[in-house]
């Protein structure tokens, strides 16, 4: 049984209420508004993803002969054999995250529990963000010095650079018909990041949503009360 | 409303009348109006007093540039009445007088001018020196501009960015032209103007009806564009590396980066120097163009137009045409202009005076306005000659020259030289990805200027790669635009260069005089150009009276430094929304829940110590730390840096960078370590444990973990080592259970055996705490029983919440930051960069102990070599205070005094409640640091407190209770001094 999990953003999200469920052993808030209400931008907290990274020379050579897509290019992503993503941050470094509905992630992280030479674990406790909206290069404009908006999200480039003085790594990917950014952070500058982002989220007419407002088949996950 | 109103004409909404209060009286104006029109409209010149003197000063360039006008509405301090847009109900007062406008009691001054020139500030309060800071306060209450309300509320004000291909900066015919040129290849413009309205001098210059068609024309393809942003009331205020540039408007600033740079900003009109020219209706000719075309405001009654070039003419032109009476055309030239508009202002009969100059300009009444000027035959280098002749008027118009807007392209990096046809400087080399059009590069025709626009696209569309055509050269005017000595001598000075400064020409002669004469020298001194306008209207005057002085060319006096902002920046905008970033360890609720009060620890929130109502901060901390001693304490330790290291050369890298031993380490054993820099000093410290083989992890310092994370990297790299590193400071959590019951309270919870035997001192043992993964070490900082719990921060309020619930019948207790520190200066231990400093050595902070100089290389072991021969500049030793001591005790930091020369200082200091007295770490001489020895500290106040030198640790010296080998909880076994 997966022990209990908190994240990064638990409290705060605690405080706004909605509808919460129990994503991966992690409690997460799964809706906050009606389901005709789309706020723009929209924040969604999605730190309960499974994620496990790795590093060294030999990284490359054990994720592909693990089974996992690789990106080619530094600084570029891909998607997982199983939903997901995989993302290159630089040239040995790879962070794998799993889909809502899967744990390969975690597979990894328990095969790299033996050691491989060349290949070094990196636990990853991320604060993960979903942003989407029309009004979401206004957000960037005003909390980031990359032009983010304007990256070709069929160029799949990761991005890492810092947003209100927080290093984080950032992509931007389809979602459903719409495109969203994925924003991972150090989770300990996670309440930061969440807290000054959704100060102007909201100036500019968005708020936070809840996990199932960005992922609607996660809707069948069940309630819990806080 | 006065009869200044034109009836018909200018941009403004004549059905939307607004009333204002100016000054204490009511006036109305028009949407659409600045206040300065409005005020003019209403017959008001006098607008605001002069910095120095408090001289009535009125609307100069009506381009937002007028420094003379300012204005507060209580909020803001220094708004510019000639760009300030008019608003129904707004309250304003002009600034910097004492009593009302009209009657402000420091005019007086303006009757002392003679005897303070430039500098004499400099030259009469310096002695006695103590006298300065009063004369200084004066000078500054009686000097200035306006008054900052400190009880205003702060606007949140968003600072952005944004991103352009090409960044057009003025939107003039230039400009304009540049942007739609640029838009239609496709690029993503941005195009900025300053004025409320796009167009440049298309919206005031002669003819109108063809000048606002042209723009109308350029306006409209603009708006066909997409990609086109046009941004009006928007000021680039200055040029960083890699063509940044801030965009100021009335609510943000945005930092805009742009793949090129096309700068249009045009030419600033520049006044004529003669006595008076700063009178309330002495103005630029480009200024009373605005007001007609602009605001359909009438300008004067009757006016003397003064001029040197066909810009004047066109501009006496529009006056008739605005029903004004021109008294006559005063031009400096000797032969006047042989342009269309000069044959027309003849052909109207104007009375035109050539070769004439205007020696001084009369004021009427209290000095709110002119009533005539005197006008001579002159030389053309400065001095009238011949008979004077006094001319009726209560105005005058000004055309004499311009000067570039160049602040921009110098920042960048342009080379520019000055030409006598048109005679202003143009660029002659620009940096990479920068372009200039228009007027600023000399180009005057106004088909010209929108093809130099054009060329200046094709340039910027070849720089990013979005166009190959290659455009005609600019086609520069060869007409003198600019007279290029336009100032009359005085007897009585007040003929002013500086209108933000109130400096005169005499000032300049006398700097010169003085050995200022190198144009940076005379800004300093005369602080020309150092004013809110930046030198707009008074630079180039400076530099062509500079070179006139030198009898030099003026390419070869130059011009000063032009530097960001070159526009006024509100504070406001400045400062704007702030990010401060803070870290929160995975527990931070846990230590709300609980009431602690929170510290920063570099970007960290720390718990200090946990409040209760009713005891005070000592209090607690005392508690705290008795929990500790008796029984169980627990404190969030998240902020220690993290690091885990694997690898064939893992051992090799610690024994580099580490001044101790670590290769023979066993797995599951830990030891402490120091790092050092080159130089043998004392950076960081930590814990590092041996996982396995080639598999270690280690603690830093909470402020050193990136440092040290990134310092390591470089070595691997550097050295080639086959070790792989990963920082886990903000992944991982961390909690340290201390005390008697530590053990007793883990064992209820730990998947594996905690006792004694199968858990020692300084072990590290990875297992699972109800079910979560963890890596323990057994730990003594604050001289317990303790083990230092390491897990995924996802775990850690889980664990934390059931540590609380498994020791609650052992007294468990959460103990901050405060806490902390004195459990570990109870036993001697120091914390880097508070028991150290960025000069100690390990021999000075008596860690000599972990310092393995017989290694064959470590980090600094040359410095130690050569340090180790030298005598010691001072050393840390443990202090106590007599028992009895019950006055203020010293602080950090206070110093110890011997002979009335500093011996040392102290690091750490607190009270022990084991000990029963104060206590701490200091550094000494090392003559002083001996056992035994006695000194005194100063504290505050300056009195004396005595200490003596004890050895460490004061508690538990022998370290029986950390290696639970002392089984009486309760014994303090305390050294006694």
Redesign the interface.
């Known amino acids: ?1 997966m ?6 953003l ?2 705060l999200q605690a405080a706004s209420g909605g509808t919460w469920g129990q994503l991966n052993g ?1 409690p997460t808030p799964l809706r906050m508004h009606s389901a005709n209400t789309r706020p723009d931008p929209a924040l969604a907290d999605v730190s309960a993803l499974l994620r496990c990274g790795l ?2 020379p030999g990284a490359q050579d054990w994720l592909s002969a693990y089974g996992v897509p690789v990106p080619e290019r530094a600084n570029s992503w891909c998607a997982g054999a199983r939903g997901g993503l995989v993302a290159r941050l630089g040239r040995s470094e790879f962070l794998v995250e799993s889909a809502w509905n899967d744990a390969q992630a975690m597979e990894i992280a328990h095969a790299l529990r033996d ?1 491989v ?2 290949v ?6 991320d604060c993960a963000l979903l942003v989407q909206g029309a009004r979401t290069r206004e957000l ?6 990359v ?1 983010l908006f ?1 990256i070709p999200a069929q160029n799949r480039e990761v991005t890492l650079t810092t947003m ?3 290093s984080v790594t950032i992509l931007k990917q389809p979602l459903g018909n719409d495109i969203c950014y994925r924003i991972w952070c ?4 996670g ?2 990041l969440w807290e ?1 982002l959704l100060e ?1 989220a909201v ?1 500019l007419g968005g708020a936070a949503v809840g996990f199932a407002e960005v992922f609607p088949d996660a809707a069948t996950l069940p309630t819990i009360t806080l | 409303m006065s009869g200044f109103r034109l009836p018909a004409g200018g941009r403004i909404d004549r059905a939307r009348v607004l009333p204002f209060d100016f000054d204490g009286r009511r006036y109305q104006g028009f949407a659409g109006d600045t206040l300065a029109s409005a005020l003019l409209a209403n017959g008001v010149r006098l607008v605001g007093r002069s910095f120095k003197y408090h001289r009535p000063r009125g609307v100069l360039s009506l381009a937002n540039h007028d420094v003379n006008a300012m204005v507060t509405d209580g909020i803001s301090p220094n708004l510019r009445a000639d760009g300030l847009p008019l608003c129904a109900g707004m309250r304003l007062l002009a600034v910097n007088t004492f009593g009302s406008l009209h009657s402000d009691r420091a005019r007086v001054i303006d009757k002392l001018a003679r005897f303070l020139p430039v500098g004499f500030y400099y030259k009469t309060f310096f002695r006695p020196k103590w006298t300065f800071p009063h004369w200084e306060r004066l000078i500054r209450r009686i000097s200035g501009l306006g008054q900052l309300n400190f009880q205003a509320a702060r606007p949140v004000s ?6 352009a291909d090409v960044l057009v900066i003025g939107a003039g015919p230039a400009g304009l032209a540049a942007a739609v040129c640029a838009g239609r290849a496709g690029a993503r413009v941005i195009l900025v103007d300053e004025n409320a309205q796009a167009g440049g001098s298309l919206t005031y210059a002669r003819p109108a009806g063809e000048a606002a068609a042209t723009a109308a024309e350029l306006l409209a393809a603009l708006a066909a564009q997409a990609n086109v942003e046009v941004r009006t009331a928007t000021f680039a205020a200055g040029y960083y590396a890699d063509h940044w540039v801030p965009l100021v408007d009335a609510g943000n600033i ?2 805009v ?1 742009a793949k090129a740079v096309v700068v249009a900003t045009g030419v600033f009109e520049q006044p004529a120097v003669f006595r008076n020219n700063d009178l309330p209706g002495v103005m630029l000719a480009s200024a009373a163009q605005r007001l007609i075309h602009r605001y359909a405001v009438q300008p004067m009654r009757e006016a003397v137009v003064l001029t040197a070039n066909e810009e004047g003419y066109a501009a006496a032109l529009d006056l008739l045409d605005a029903g004004v009476r021109i008294q006559a055309v005063i031009d400096l030239t000797r032969t006047g202009e042989k342009c269309p508009a000069a044959l027309e202002v003849a052909q109207r009969g104007v009375r035109i005076l050539l070769e004439h100059c205007i020696v001084e300009a009369h004021a009427a009444g209290d000095g709110s306005g002119v009533k005539a000027v005197s006008v001579a035959p002159w030389n053309g280098s400065g001095m009238a000659a011949g008979a004077r002749e006094t001319i009726a008027c209560d105005g005058v118009a000004m055309s004499v020259g311009f000067a570039p807007a160049t602040a921009l392209l110098h920042q960048a990096g342009a080379h520019m030289r000055y030409e006598e046809l048109p005679g202003q400087f143009v660029p002659v080399q620009l940096p990479e990805g920068v372009f200039a059009a228009g007027r600023v590069n000399g180009v005057y025709d106004l088909a010209d200027r929108m093809r130099d626009g054009e060329r200046a696209a094709w340039l910027a569309l070849a720089h990013i790669g979005l166009g190959t055509h290659v455009p005609a050269e600019a086609a520069r005017a060869r007409r003198a635009v600019s007279h290029p000595f336009p100032f009359v001598e005085h007897a009585r000075g007040k003929n002013f260069i500086d209108f933000d400064e109130d400096l005169q020409l005499a000032d300049f002669y006398n700097a010169a005089q003085e050995g200022f004469d190198n144009i940076e020298l005379l800004k300093r001194y005369t602080t020309v150009g150092m004013g809110p306008s930046q030198g707009k209207h008074s630079n180039m005057n400076a530099v062509r009276i500079l070179a006139h002085i030198l009898k030099q060319p003026i390419d070869s006096v130059g011009t000063t430094t032009a530097r960001p902002f070159f526009h006024p920046v509100p504070l406001g905008h400045l400062a704007g ?1 702030g ?8 527990l ?2 846990r230590h ?1 829940q609980l009431d602690a009060v929170f510290m920063e620890a570099g970007m ?1 929130l720390r718990p200090e110590y946990y409040a209760r109502s009713g005891k005070s901060k000592a209090e607690l901390v005392r508690e705290e730390a008795k929990a500790v001693r008796t029984g169980a304490g627990l404190i969030d330790v ?1 902020t220690l840096g993290k690091i ?1 290291l ?3 050369d893992a051992g090799e890298l610690l024994e580099r960078v580490y001044t101790g031993r670590f290769r023979n380490m066993k797995p599951g054993t830990t030891r402490y370590g120091i790092m050092l820099d080159e130089a043998g000093v004392v950076i960081d410290d930590g814990v590092i444990g041996r996982l ?1 083989e ?2 270690f992890y280690f603690t830093t310092t909470t402020t050193g973990s990136a440092t040290v994370y990134r310092e390591l990297q470089r070595l691997i790299t550097m050295w080639g080592l086959r070790a ?3 920082n ?5 959590a961390a909690i340290n259970l201390a005390g008697p019951s530590a053990r007793t309270i883990l064992a209820q919870l730990a998947d594996f055996d905690v006792g004694e035997n199968a858990f020692p001192y300084l072990a590290l043992r990875e297992g699972t705490i ?3 993964p963890a890596r323990l070490m057994r730990v003594g900082f604050v001289g317990e029983l303790g083990f230092e719990i390491h897990m ?7 664990l934390w919440d059931l540590l609380m619930r498994a020791g609650a019948s052992h007294g468990i207790r959460p103990f901050g930051v405060e806490a902390q520190r004195l459990l570990r200066l109870e036993k001697g231990h120091i914390i880097i960069g508070q028991d150290t400093d960025g000069l100690t050595t390990p021999f000075e902070a008596a860690l000599e102990w972990a310092v393995k100089m017989d290694k064959p290389f470590f980090v600094g072991q040359r410095s130690l070599q050569v340090l180790h021969k030298q005598p010691l500049r001072q050393k840390l030793a443990g202090f106590m205070l007599e028992r009895d001591f019950n006055a203020t005790p010293p602080k950090e930091c206070h110093l110890v005094i011997r002979d009335g020369q500093i011996a040392g200082r102290v690091t750490s200091i607190g009270w022990s409640e084991a000990l029963g007295r104060h206590f701490g770490l200091v550094f000494l001489a090392p003559d002083l640091a001996k056992e035994g020895m006695r000194f005194l500290i100063r504290v505050d106040g300056g009195a004396m407190v005595e200490a003596q030198v004890v050895s460490t640790p004061f508690y538990d010296p022998q370290g029986l209770r950390q290696k639970a080998l002392d089984p009486a909880p309760a014994a303090m076994q305390a050294v006694s001094a």
């Not at chain 2, 968003?158 to 991103?163: S, T």
Request: proline share 9%; hydrophobic share 35%.
């Open positions: 049984m022990p209990v999990r908190t994240g990064p638990h409290t992690m590093k060294g050691p030479p060349g070094y674990p990196v636990l990853r406790q960037w404009l005003q909390t980031c010095n032009n304007d209100v003085g927080v150090d989770g300990t500058f309440a930061y000054t102007i100036e | 968003a600072k952005r960015y944004d991103f945005t930092k980066r929304r990010f401060h970033p803070v870290r929160r360890t995975a931070h609720a709300q960290w998240g885990e694997s690898g064939a396995a080639h598999k792989g590193i990963v886990l400071t903000g992944a991982c109800a079910g979560m995924p921060s996802e775990h850690a309020p889980a």
